[in-house]
Each structure stands twice: as C-alpha cells, then as structure tokens.
C-alpha cells in the first residue's frame, strides 16, 4: 500500500522547543522579564525522558546539521508533511515546562508553548494540529490553560506525561479530564517521565535503555491507575491515548488485569465490567513504536489477541527512529485494519479532527 | 454484589498433574517466637524492643490490604487449630503435598522481614533464623520440602557467607532474594552476591516483594489492592530489564534466575521490546554481545502463578512456545488467595510433553532434584 495516497491521520509527531528564549515574545509582560532576570531563557528545558541525541531519539536521516529535530517547520515539512501526505498531523511537544516545581512557572511557560505552537506551526500549515500542553501537577493551571485554549480547534487532544508525581488516576486529575470532556478533547498520555518517582519500584536504573524499555511497564501502571479509580466511570465520554507506549504489552495486560479484578473487584465495586471492556472502548494507542515479534505471522495473532480494531492510529513518531523510509506501517498487520488505521479511528477519537 | 463474571469451563483437564513440582509454596509461623530459638540473645532483644524497620509507614500490616483475611490467604487454609494458613505442617500435607503427591514443594517464606530490613545486622540475624527454621520446622519434617537461603543483600558479606554456609546442603536448592530492593538488582553493587549464588550452583528465586520504599509504579504510589496486585508485573519486567541490560548475564554467564508470583504472559512482548530497543542503542550497553531476549532465554526461568487466563485459552500455547517450554516451571503459591489449581490452572488442553516439562521435568533439572 502507497501510504501517501491513503492520507492518513499521523497522531504523533514531536516539535522541539528550539531553545527557552524563543518562548519570550509569547509570555505576559511579569514572566518574560521573570525568566530573563533568573537566566533560564538560556537554558534548555529538554526532558531526561529524551535525550534529543540518543540514536532511538532522531533517525539518523532526519537529523538536522545543527539545533534540535524537530525544531523547524521545514524539516517537519520535508520528512513528514511531504512523503507521508497526512490529512492531519498532531503535533506533541514534550518539554520541561510541563514539570516544573513551581506551579506558577509550569502553567506560565505551558502557555507560552501553546501559543508558540499556534503562531509558529498552526498558522503556517493547515494540516497541522497540536496537543494543548499543560502543568499536569497543578490541576486548577492545567484547567485555566484548557479552558484559554479550547475556542481554537486546531487543538485537538490534551497532552500528559505517563510518569509524574502521582499515578494518573488520582483523583486530583480528575478536573482535567473533566475540562477535556467538556470540549471534546482526549488525553493523550505519552511516554516519559517527570521523575519524581524512580522509574519502577526497583528504583533508579543504570542506563538509558531501561529507561526506555520501562515506559511500557509504565503505561501498564497508568491503565492500572485509570480504570480502577474509576476515571472511565466518571467520565463516560473521555478517550485516551497511549503515544508511544509500545504496543504488543497490551494483550498480556489485559489478561493479568481481568484476572486480578475478578479476585478483587469489591475493593473497587464501582468496576461492573472487565477491565479489558473499558480499555477496549476507551482507550487507545499509537503505532509507533510496535514491538512487533520478529516472525511477521506472530503480530496477526497479538492483534487477534487485542481484539478490537478501532484501538489502533497511525503515528510515524516523528523524529524518533523506529522505521526507515515510510515504512511506518509495522509488518504483517491485516490489510483489513489498515483503512480504520491511517483514518478512521483518529476521526472517531479526536471529535475536533471532524 | 454478586454477579457471575466468568461463565467458563475448563476447555480440558489435565489428568496427569499428580507427582508435580511446586515451585512456590509459602511456609509461615505458628507464633512469631518461634524464630527466637535460632537467634542469639542480641537480637531476640531487639526483636522484642526495637522489631522490624522497613520502608513504608505501616510497621506490621500491609500498605495495601488483601481482600482476605491474613493478608490474602486462601479462606479454606485456615488449620483447624485456628492457626495461620501455611504454618500447620500436617494441613499443608492433606491440603496440597498428599493431594496432589508433590514430589518437591519448593519453600519460599515470606516471613521474618530479614530481606528489607534497614537494620542490615538484624537483616542478617533474621535471615539465617529463617533459614535454620525452614531446616527445622519444614524441611528434615518432610523431606519433599525444599529450602531457600535467605539473604539481606544490603548487607553483602553476610549474605556472601550465608550462601556459602549453605552450599552443598541439599536441604537447599536456591538463594531467595526480593526483587523490590533499594536499588535494581543488576546494578554493579550486587553482582558479588549473584556470583556468589553461581559459583555455589544456587539458582536464584526472585519471589515478588520487597520493602526498597519505592512507589509500586513509576508513576507514584497506587491507590488499590487492585493496581498493587499487577504493580508486581511491573517490577518483574523491569527486573528482568535490569538483570539483562547492565551485563549480568555476560558477566556471569552461568547465573540462573527463577521469577516466581509473577505470572509469566508479558515476557515475550518485554523481549520484542528489549531487542528493539537494543537495536538503536547498543552503543550505550556495548558488553552486551548478543540479543537482550537471547540473554533472557539462555538464564531465565519462569513460574506460572498467578497464571495468566488469555480471553481465547489457545492462546496460552503461543505464548509459551515464545518463552520457551524448557523455561516455564508450575507454581501453586499455596495458601494464597489466589493460588492456581493445577489441575485448572491452564484452560487449554497442553501437549502431554508440555505437561511432562512445565510440571516437573524443568524444574528438576534446574534444581537437580532426583
């Protein structure tokens, strides 16, 4: 299948802030000249969770001779919006703005980002659309941010980090996914960290690729999280992402999940059905990266195994290095969930795509 | 509520489950005293003044209660003296040795605090107290028991000694260490201890638990029962993710590992991954020579309890082909809530020489068990 003339829905593709000074002209008066007093316009706010230089980071092919991947809208244009044709784009900004201790100074550099987006990006490609940042540990912010945002449909999901201070699930969040449920906004959930917590209970990891590889044990803690403390019940018509959480893990959560929950169910007795229901209805998650097994007939079976063909959206994952070309559809996926794939399942999650 | 969640019946049942390996079973005390008869005066006096310290705010009960009384124990293993599930020998044998005439049940004691104790002294003490009373209590009582040597591995040269102590004693069959610890297991400061296990040809069980004090995810600490009981999924992988990625297995090219309580259905999607990951950045772990899930095949081992239910059974049998059938070994977890029956646990009708491995033949040569 040519990918290109499918235009397909690519709902995960990653802008770099290039450097903190360029947020400036997009904060009130009190926090450019903030951030100016105390320096940090000169640092660079990137996550540990991404190292911009780790090779899994930036395909090779798409890394630009100087400054961060992903940075410039030309390069965005060339190695997405070009070969792969999408109808749409969804942009994720990952960035250190989301975590900042201070409350204050994460919600005002979050809508700086926001704004960012839309003058820089939104405005310069009609087939861009992008995840509304916020300071997802401070509820209240998070909400005002939503709220300021959600008049321009050009955003379209609201973006969290997997791992932060608190699972989520907690009850704290749940204003946010009550704001994102007013405007028709899912909660992406992508992988990383604040690293307020060690990355699993075994504590604090040597190198980078456990780092990497825990996200999925991560996402399986978010789902976790999720349906036991009854967001799906709360919120009955809030979808989530999974970006860039892997993909095969899912199968094997689901039957641990189900088991567990038949054994202990009256602690949570709001859960009247399976786990494995709700995240079927609910959730959803990206394709890049797969984690495919190596025999190409093996990843019929674990979509077999996942069971419900409205779960998965394409994403190439841009500029992160999964795939060479535009191979971004994993090998041996049926051809009968490829059209649902590429387009209609993003239509079905995200309402503002419409 | 009452509601039938699961109308389903075993596709099959397996008649040949008798004389199996049990790869878990959880001794505990009649009374907390009766580990004070292998400790010296020092510390049954700071047992009785000071007791355990660990990591969590609650100092004896757990931080995430079961839903069973005894914190999780099956309801009908309460002896009939009133004792706790799993420290009446005579009940163990009718409920679960003679039923199903265990071959070898392999002890795996969850008790005496003696692996997150902050106290490494006291961990230490608690360790070989617990190890004398797995010999006195269980073992030369009834010789299909199988010991485990527990250790404090905070406390490196103790733990070293004990494990030597303990070699060539056939009473014991593995080192028992907690994965959830202060820091991954494959981190460097451990590996004289997993040398020390290899050259003494101990296997280690890594039996779900711990008291590191780490949240149960990386996410934070969960609210539930519910999210704690598959949280140990989580350590398990990344456990798994440690041992591999920091080099212990090429370092120690002989080290066995046995994962027990963690069910086992994640394991091949984790390797997928593993190598995947591997692939892009190989340049930050270069002492790994081969693949991530070749280390995994060739040096770990899996029990099968809490057994995972795939909502289509055949698809249990694709997923062991991918583990491997020599590495998948049957677990009871006896008198836990959820202990798997071996003659329903698996809900697909297994090639008899499956069976023959998963229930007996692979643990007996790992163990080396006649």
Redo the contacts between chains.
């Keep these: 299948m040519q990918l290109s003339s499918t235009q397909p829905i690519d709902c995960d593709v990653h802008l770099a802030v290039p450097s903190t000074r360029v947020l400036l002209p997009y904060l009130e008066d009190y926090w450019r000249e903030h951030l100016i007093r105390r320096g940090i316009e000169n640092d660079n706010l990137e996550l540990s969770s991404y190292p911009p230089n ?3 980071n930036c395909r090779p092919d798409w890394r630009p001779p100087t400054g961060l991947p992903g940075s410039q809208f030309e390069q965005l244009r060339d190695h997405v919006l070009e070969p792969f044709q999408p109808r749409f784009a969804i942009c994720n900004v990952l960035d250190g703005s989301q975590i900042m201790f201070s409350e204050d100074l994460s919600a005002a550099l979050c809508r700086g980002i926001n704004n960012w987006i839309a003058a820089e990006w939104l405005d310069r490609d009609p087939r861009l659309r992008a995840s509304i940042v916020v300071p997802a540990h401070s509820p209240d912010l998070a909400v005002a941010e939503i709220e300021r945002r959600a008049d321009d449909g050009r955003f379209v999901q609201v973006l969290m980090l ?9 009850r704290q969040h749940w204003p946010i996914y009550a704001a994102a449920e007013r405007h028709g906004l899912p909660i992406g959930i992508h992988a990383g ?1 604040s690293f ?15 780092d ?3 996200q ?3 996402f ?3 789902l ?2 999720l349906v ?2 009854g967001v799906f019940n709360k919120f009955p018509k809030l979808k989530v992402v999974l970006i860039e959480s ?1 993909v ?2 899912l ?19 709001w ?2 059905r ?1 786990p ?1 229901e709700i995240i079927r209805e609910r959730v959803r998650l990206t394709i890049q ?1 797969f ?4 025999e190409e007939h ?1 990843v019929q ?1 674990i979509i ?2 996942i ?1 419900c063909d409205e779960m998965l959206l394409f994403s190439t994952d841009y500029p992160h ?2 795939f060479e070309g535009t191979d971004a559809i994993p090998p041996g996926l049926p051809d009968g969930l490829l059209t649902k794939l590429l387009v209609d399942n993003a239509l079905a999650t995200y309402p503002r795509l419409s | ?1 009452n509601m039938t ?2 109308d389903r019946k075993p596709e099959a049942i397996n008649q040949s489950y008798l004389g199996f390996i049990d790869c878990d079973v959880h001794p505990f005390f009649k009374s907390p005293d009766e580990f004070n008869a292998f400790l010296p005066e020092r510390w049954r006096e700071h047992r009785r003044t000071i007791g355990g310290r660990t990591r969590v705010g609650l100092a004896k009960a757990s931080n995430y209660p079961r ?1 069973s009384p005894g914190n999780g124990q099956r309801m009908d293993a309460w002896p009939p003296d009133g004792t706790h599930p799993g420290s009446d020998l005579p009940f163990m044998q009718q409920q679960l040795l003679d039923l199903f005439n265990v071959s070898y049940g392999l002890l795996a004691p969850l008790v005496g605090g003696s692996g997150g104790e902050r106290n490494v002294e006291f961990g230490a003490a608690m360790a070989t107290a617990t190890n004398e009373w797995q010999l006195a209590r269980w073992c030369d009582p009834d010789p299909r028991l199988k010991a485990a040597v527990l250790v404090n591995v905070e406390h490196q040269s103790a733990a070293i000694a004990e494990i030597e102590k303990r070699a060539g004693d056939r009473r014991f069959v593995q080192v028992q260490i907690p ?9 460097r400061r451990y590996w004289p201890i997993l040398e020390a296990c290899a050259a003494n040809g101990f296997p280690i069980s890594l039996h779900l638990g ?1 008291a ?1 004090g ?14 704690e ?3 140990y ?3 398990m ?3 798994v ?2 041992l591999v ?2 080099g212990v297995f090429e370092h120690i090219p002989n080290l066995k590992i046995v994962l027990v309580e963690g ?1 086992f ?2 394991l ?3 390797c ?7 692939k ?2 190989h ?3 270069p002492f790994l020579r081969q693949k991530p899930s070749e280390y995994v095949r060739q040096s770990i081992w899996v029990t099968t309890q ?1 057994i ?5 059974p055949r ?1 249990m049998l ?2 062991l082909e ?1 583990i491997g059938i020599d590495r998948v070994m049957f677990s009871t977890d006896y008198p836990h ?2 202990q798997d029956d071996p003659r329903y646990a698996f809900k697909v009708a297994l090639p008899e020489e499956w069976k023959r491995k998963i229930y007996s033949e692979n643990a007996r040569a790992l163990y080396q068990l006649e």
Excluded at chain 1, 162 to 170: D, V
Excluded at chain 2, 308 to 312: F, L, M, W
């Design positions: 780790a090779p899994i997997a791992m932060t201070e608190i699972p989520l699930g907690r960290s307020r917590n060690p990355p699993s209970a075994l504590g604090w990891s040597s190198y980078y690729i456990e990497y590889v825990s999925s044990p991560g399986s803690g978010v976790n999280s036991t403390e892997g095969t893990w199968p094997a959560h689901f039957w641990r999940i189900n088991k567990t929950w038949r054994g202990v169910r009256s602690e949570t007795p859960l009247d399976m494995s990266p984690d495919e097994p190596p093996d079976t077999e195994e069971g290095w999964h | 509520m969640v699961m839903m994965p959830r610890g202060l820091e991954p297991l494959g981190r711990g590191g780490h949240p149960s995810t990386g996410g934070g600490h969960p609210s539930f029962y519910h999210e009981h598959p949280s999924v989580q350590s992988q990344t456990l993710t440690s990625c920091e069910g259905a994640w091949p999607a984790l997928w991954r593993l190598d995947r990951a591997w892009r950045l340049a930050e772990v809490p995972e239910e795939p909502e289509r698809d694709s997923t991918w809530w959820d």
